[in-house]
């Protein structure tokens, strides 16, 4: 089972960026698809953005045109460039990847945004 592990995570101003990342500890291209969820207090788990094998990505219409979800394969890392944050973006982001026979989740990295 490749584990997968967040970091990045802070407290930041409304308006500003952050850059999360999720370091895996096989081949990142083990999954079909890596991406990245998020909670809020009292909330759902909610999709995010994800990026499959052969590169394509989806974003939850929340985040598009604001977050960027990449990849690198060298590096057996995936990262997500989240800017123009909003307080609503507060929560818990967590790095998931699936596929190949596996379902992996990482332990989440909190993300505050202040107004």
């Known amino acids: 089972q490749v584990q997968l592990v967040e970091s990045g995570g802070g407290l930041v101003q409304s308006g500003g960026s952050l850059r999360l990342s999720c370091a895996a500890s096989g081949s990142i291209l083990s999954f079909y698809y890596t991406g990245w969820y998020r909670q809020a207090p009292g909330n759902e788990r909610e999709f995010v953005a994800r990026?499959?094998?052969?590169?394509?990505?989806y974003y939850a219409d929340s985040v598009k045109g604001r977050f960027t979800i990449s990849r690198d394969n060298a590096k057996n890392t995936v990262s997500l460039q989240m800017n123009s944050l909003k307080p609503e973006d507060t929560a818990v982001y967590y790095c998931?990847?699936?596929?190949?026979?596996?379902?992996?989740w990482g332990e989440g990295t909190l993300v505050t945004v202040s107004s």
């Open positions: 998931r990847g699936s596929g190949g026979g596996m379902n992996s």
């Open positions: 990026i499959t094998s052969n590169g394509s990505t």
